[in-house]
Nanobody, 117 residues
């Protein structure tokens, strides 16, 4: 019922930029927060950035100042603008949504971001 559709991943050289977007559907009673996590092979999934329903944001220390998360509440979409990309940003990036009412946690299928040296 709940669908998260991600787009924007790809291959980019160090210092370049990418913009990831995620559109959520099927959540009738609203979204409490939307965000992005990432996971590299052999590592645990980690927070990248989150934005809440009151527009407060939180960033991983490793991306603060380079990444900017934004939300379109009317469309239930979340995007992250990723600038000054580094090879260590290479990972699969996952969209995350926490729904109102149930606090259910939903995940997108993941989109690959590869940053070459």
């Amino acid at each position: 019922q709940v669908q998260l559709v991600e787009s924007g991943g790809g291959l980019v050289q160090a210092g370049g930029s990418l913009r990831l977007s995620c559109a959520a559907s099927g959540i009738i009673f609203g979204i409490k927060s939307m965000g992005w996590y990432r996971q590299a092979p052999g590592k645990q999934r980690e927070l990248v950035a989150v934005i809440t329903s009151d527009s407060s944001t939180n960033y991983a220390d490793s991306v603060r100042g380079r990444f900017t998360i934004s939300r379109d509440n009317g469309r239930n979409t979340v995007s992250v603008q990723m600038n000054s990309l580094k090879p260590e940003d290479t990972a699969v990036y996952y969209c995350n949504v926490v729904a109102h009412l149930s606090n259910a946690n939903y995940w997108g299928q993941g989109t690959q971001v590869t940053v070459s040296s």
